[in-house]
């Protein structure tokens, strides 16, 4: 890593940057997982209770976001996508991000444990702790295996959601855990196809730079298939049900033939039209948890009304 002093900001950081420093939109993805693991619970929760704690969640998600661009800075600076984020593009210290960082990791994880409980708040520090020191300063830098581990972090929300409604785990929330978990490489290695020359520029060991894009392919479809029994498996428990079946059989369907379609591609094709299969499949990766998900809470709102479940 860089010397991070050389990150010494302007002084003119609004309150968007901070915001940035949160990566709202991976935000998004652990407020909605950890919800849907709270509310698919088989134990009620106070809503007060249950909006605080997502609130919190979501800052201990943000917390991890500003401590993770604090120390991928130079990273960031490199990568064409990332330089205008506020540490590269000089409008937020190094040291700032840092500090609030920390202030938000600390803040969340009390406030979670005050207002739910603390085995929900211990499980959000390992979380914390996972993304920063396990998959930032670790894994990401070392091993083209890095988004393989490192996608724990992202896949805790909904266990950890599951935690403030129950106070433990369950084989509900471990498959929820599974299915973002298989998710994530080939969300990662679609989007890594065609991002390849910045990760090879910034020297990040991902699967593209260091296998080829010929493997990384191969390892897409790979997940994909991997990825599917998981997910339909989950309709067979009791936060599974017909409805979520359907979407399970379905969803999986489009992202099997997504990656067959990129294990098939040639390379010169691809790279002459732009991508335009690989990007495809990226985005479907994006609507592919947030339909399984939603399927759950489906499942869940039914349920009292007998429609729910089998």
Not at 33 to 52: I, N, R
Not at 129 to 138: E, R
Not at 189 to 198: E, N, P, S, V
Not at 232 to 257: D, E
């Amino acid at each position: 890593m860089s010397d991070i002093r050389s990150f010494e900001g302007s002084g003119t950081a609004g309150a968007g940057d901070y915001l940035a420093l949160l990566k709202p939109r991976v935000m998004s993805l652990v407020v909605f997982t950890a919800m849907v693991g709270l509310l698919v619970a088989p134990e009620g929760v106070h809503p007060v209770v249950a909006l605080a704690s997502i609130l919190f969640i979501a800052l201990g998600g943000g917390a991890s976001g500003a401590l993770n661009m604090w120390w991928d800075a130079d990273i960031d600076a490199v990568m064409s996508r990332t330089q205008n984020r506020p540490i590269p593009a000089g409008r937020v210290t190094a040291g700032e991000a840092l500090w609030f960082g920390l202030a938000l990791s600390v803040i969340s994880v009390v406030l979670l444990g005050l207002t739910a409980n603390w085995f929900s708040s211990a499980f959000l520090a390992f979380t914390i702790f996972f993304y920063v020191v396990i998959y930032s300063m670790w894994l990401k830098r070392t091993t083209p295996q890095n988004i393989v581990i490192g996608g724990a972090a992202g896949a805790f929300p909904p266990m950890i959601g599951w935690a403030v409604a129950t106070g433990g785990v369950s084989v509900e929330s471990v498959l929820m855990f599974a299915i973002v978990f298989m998710w994530t490489p080939p969300h990662f290695w679609a989007l890594a196809l065609f991002m390849k020359a910045d990760y090879h520029k910034a020297g990040v060991p991902m699967l593209t730079v260091t296998h080829g894009r010929r493997a990384t392919r191969a390892h897409v479809l790979v997940y994909t298939l991997l990825l599917a029994p998981v997910a339909i498996g989950a309709a067979f428990t009791s936060i599974g049900g017909p409805i979520y079946l359907a979407v399970a059989v379905v969803a999986n369907a489009i992202f099997i033939a997504g990656g067959w379609r990129i294990w098939r591609r040639d390379e010169v094709v691809a790279e002459a039209d732009g991508y335009k299969v690989e990007k495809k499949v990226f985005a479907f990766s994006l609507l592919y948890l947030f339909v399984h998900f939603g399927a759950f809470l489906a499942e869940a709102a039914l349920r009292p009304w007998g429609l729910g479940g089998w």
